[in-house]
């Protein structure tokens, strides 16, 4: 029986709980594992909950047991959610996450302490919820050179600008009804002001390119002055706004951007609404690579930290090498070069920032 | 360094050369491990080729060599394919493959063999070309409970709608640009007649749900009696045709189908033209998941190949317990009980051969 820890027990946190116990017949009929959830870290008590007995408020004892292999780590915030995965990872046991503001933040110095002890950091949850994205690319990086990498990777401003295209509302009133739906935080500025597709375009080119840029470099424009008049154009020319993050390598360093663009109704990225998400990966082997799904939720985002918990569980001790990345400001480059750009997933339509001059 | 040979030096063999010898360097940096192709199976010979001199003619000179720790078998056909397939296995080497007929056929007896040896048989390029699907639903699989697939898994087929659709001409007409362009034989039966489609729904089916569906047994519907009219009448109502595979689960047992569907434009899978591919996955943790990329060509499927390659090396001695799945031709039930109609993905549009009244 292998041991594991929760810290948090928020919504992802008993999302896992769930999916583990749920699933624990299947798990060890399909991969012979057989996992249990020893302790939960939280500082609530949950007496109701059928694991209420496993909650500790200390992470000492959950250090200090020798029995636990891998924690999982889902508390949100910077610290102590970085604290105590360096703790964990300094102690001996694998890390996995879905808190994407650590491993945009700390990504590098966790995954150098992970790899110093033959030890693993995964972090499939932090980008893209239940959609397999950071294990596929982690895997295409090394047979199979990425150049670009493009997506819509918010749910909440994705279902923003869903509603006003399909219900001609503003603004303002599709934020109002995402916040009713519990898809837009009464605080709504990390997701519609784009730090939140910021943090995960940096990551996801991180494990593309091999490095982190710091999300604070990156020009990033949200959806706030998007414009029920700049949906309503863009559709009558068959086209429909979304908010596009964008990773490219070129001669001059990485360039990363995020804003509202107008997406081709040809495009397989035009179809992602509502909630969803999607990612397009432009591979030199592979060719155009696009993967989707629901980029948020308790069981999709808890399905990917299970993901990674059996990833780590499958392997034992041979923990095979990583891919490391370094924060590096000086790589980044805020400007596409002119011959790139008719090349590359930007041919998906216009930045709203600059649309083309329509004939009437 | 670890030793590999190559059975089949076509398209995809060839290809498999191509992108280990050029990324050699890249694979090394991102995994640590090092992969030389010491022997190439051919009939042929390639003196000009800068690995001609690896090549053999005879199966017992990479057999007998312990120093190969895997084949990657892409010679296609049944025969000698599953023999070398089985005798690689015996031999004590693991075994990767593009060859859709020996999994759809073979799957079963190799995967046991590979089992009881602690070896893996892998055989993510026989569905999707390079996109990773098999790994990533093999990995769904066990914490998240798969319901349905649903996808456009033959590239020709779907080039030959997307042409009837964008250009109005008539099948024969498509057909005979697919073929002028290298997308389809000269022979096109196993594509338009759905047999290629069907054996990949099988496999997506064996490696979801863990059972082979022998796929004589499934009922299969091609293109070839696809109209002109049939796509422009589906577009008047903002449908698109297209070969659709589906595999269910339910309580009387695993609903299999392949057939022309008029797929509706809210529907990721409209989006999906020409030779790309897309595979819609509902698990009852992720919710709908899809991937989407090139189902065909050489360097794509030879990236998929080289994925599995990568997969094995880097797990050492220590290969995982892989998902058997057995041939049981008794699951399978050629109706969709009512009950499921509405709720599943099929409510992705209707099926050619059943559309709805449209009002005029």
Same mark, same amino acid.
């Given at each position: 029986m292998l041991q594991i820890a929760l810290l948090g027990f928020g919504t992802v946190g008993s999302g896992v709980a769930e999916v583990l116990t749920e699933n624990r017949d299947l798990i060890r009929e399909r991969t012979g594992l057989d996992l249990n959830v020893k302790?939960?870290?939280d500082l609530r008590q949950f007496p109701d909950h059928p694991l209420g007995d496993r909650v500790v408020h200390d992470i000492d004892v959950i250090l200090s047991d020798p029995e636990v292999f891998l924690v999982a780590e889902m508390m949100g915030g910077l610290h102590p959610a970085y604290d105590f995965s360096l703790a964990a990872l300094q102690a001996g046991k694998n890390v996995v996450t879905s808190n994407k503001a650590v491993v945009a933040e700390y990504g590098p110095e966790?995954?150098?302490?992970a790899e110093k002890r033959g030890l693993r950091y995964l972090f499939e949850a932090s980008v893209g919820g239940g959609i397999p994205i950071i294990r596929p690319l982690t895997e295409q990086a090394a047979g199979n050179p990425i150049t670009e990498i493009c997506g819509i990777l918010n749910g909440t401003t994705n279902y923003i600008l869903t509603e006003m295209f399909r219900h001609g509302v503003s603004f303002a009133e599709a934020l109002a009804a995402a916040q009713k739906l519990g898809y837009a935080e009464a605080d709504p500025?990390?997701?519609?002001?784009?730090?939140d597709t910021c943090r995960k375009i940096c990551i996801l080119a991180a494990v593309a390119f091999g490095v982190l840029i710091p999300? !604070?470099?990156v020009d990033t424009v949200g959806i706030r002055?998007?414009?029920l008049e700049d949906v309503r154009e863009a559709e009558r020319?068959?086209?429909?706004?979304?908010l596009i993050a964008r990773a490219l390598k070129t001669d001059g360093g990485l360039y990363l951007k995020v804003e509202p663009m107008a997406v081709r109704r040809d495009n397989p990225l035009h179809a992602v609404e509502d909630v969803y998400n999607g990612i397009l990966v432009r591979g030199t082997v592979s060719g155009d690579l696009m993967f989707f799904g629901k980029g948020a939720g308790k069981?999709?985002?808890a399905g990917a930290v299970v993901s990674d918990i059996l990833d780590i569980a499958s392997r034992g001790e041979n923990q095979p090498k990583q891919q490391l990345f370094n924060k590096d400001a000086a790589l980044y480059t805020p400007v596409l070069p002119e011959a790139l750009k008719e090349q590359t997933l930007l041919d998906l339509g216009y930045p709203l920032s600059c649309p083309p001059?329509? !004939?009437k």
């Open positions: 302790y939960i870290l966790l995954l150098r302490e500025s990390a997701d519609i002001d784009g730090l999300y !604070e470099k002055q998007v414009t020319h068959g086209y429909a706004v979304k069981l999709p985002t001059v329509f !004939e």
